[in-house]
Nanobody, 114 residues
Framework: QVQLVESGGGLVQPGGSLRLSCNASGSISSIIAMGWHRQGPGKQRELVASITRNGFTNYADSVKGRFTISRDNAKKTGYLQMSRLKPEDTAVYYC????????WGQGTQVTVSS
């Protein structure tokens, strides 16, 4: 049974920072890629950032220069460092891991508001 546990969400003021973590536990084979998606109120789920096993990264245009994705292969943990947060970043953030299949976390709420 593979489980993804996300943490680090919360309420932050505009311009602030948060760091999300996603830990994969259970019988998971080699992780090919990890990613973060988000779904804001009334919006479709969208890809925020992804990182491959070899460290290649990809970002949505809306977060480039503000968010940084990273991973620790040994710990099977991925991170999303979010800086200069904006109200439009408010969403539920989901971790996604691709190995022999795709796995999703339960989501963590990020609210950017003054």
């Amino acid at each position: 049974q593979v489980q993804l546990v996300e943490s680090g969400g919360g309420l932050v003021q505009p311009g602030g920072s948060l760091r999300l973590s996603c830990n994969a536990s259970g019988s998971i084979s080699s992780i090919i890629a990890m990613g973060w998606h988000r779904q804001g109120p009334g919006k479709q789920r969208e890809l925020v950032a992804s990182i491959t096993r070899n460290g290649f990264t990809n970002y949505a245009d809306s977060v480039k220069g503000r968010f940084t994705i990273s991973r620790d292969n040994a710990k099977k943990t991925g991170y999303l460092q979010m800086s200069r947060l904006k109200p439009e970043d408010t969403a539920v953030y989901y971790c996604n891991v691709v190995s022999n299949r795709s796995y999703w976390g339960q989501g963590t709420q990020v609210t950017v508001s003054s």
